[in-house]
Structures are given as C-alpha cells and as structure tokens.
C-alpha cells in the first residue's frame, strides 16, 4: 500500500518560512520522481516543483528563487522549502509520486500566508 504524508503545513506572515515534507512508503523511494503541487481555493491544482529520481529538479515561473525542492532517499522523504512566502502561495500543497506506471497523491497540507 503506497501511502504519502505531507506535513510542515501551517499560518504564517507574508515572508516568512515554511519546510514542507513529504514521507513515502510502500514504493521504492530511490526510483520515484517526486512533486509538489499546489491548489487554492477555487482553482484548478498546479505543479509547484519536481525533482526526479537522479535529483534534477524543476520550478514554476512564480515561485523560483523562493522555494527549492529537495530529497532524502535514506529517509524516504521528499522536501519543499519555501521562503519570502506571499499571500498568494496559500494553498492546499500536495505531494506526488511518479512510480513507474502510477501516480500517487498525499492528503494535502494547508499553508496560508497572511497577516
């Protein structure tokens, strides 16, 4: 059973810092391309980042220089560390895993940028 769970979730003022994870288990990890995808309210969910199975990674237009993607293959675990973050970052961010044919979903975790 492939299971994904996101956490690091939370409120937090415009630039400020959040560090998303995202723990795997029931794939092998090390093979996986990994992504973080994000949707807010009344819109459609939309790629934020990838990085794949040999570490390259990938960002939108909007959130590069602020966020980076990273992974852990020893402790299964995929990263999003999101700085100077905007009222528009807050959303329902979502990790995903790319297992050969399948495609997994986390629950989400909900980040909300305010003051």
């Known amino acids: 059973q492939v299971q994904l769970v996101e956490s690091g979730g939370d409120l937090v003022q415009p630039g400020g810092s959040l560090r998303l994870s995202c723990r795997a288990s029931?794939?092998?990890?090390?093979?996986?391309?990994m992504a973080w995808y994000r949707q807010a309210p009344g819109k459609q969910r939309d790629l934020v980042a990838d990085i794949t199975r040999r570490g390259f990674t990938n960002y939108v237009d909007s959130i590069k220089g602020r966020f980076t993607i990273s992974r852990d293959n020893a402790k299964n675990t995929v990263y999003l560390q999101m700085n100077s973050l905007k009222p528009e970052d807050t959303a329902v961010y979502y990790c995903?895993?790319?297992?050969?044919?399948?495609?997994?979903w986390g629950q989400g975790t909900q980040v909300t940028v305010s003051s």
């Open positions: 995903n895993a790319r297992y050969g044919f399948n495609s997994y």
């Open positions: 029931g794939i092998i990890f090390s093979v996986a391309d």
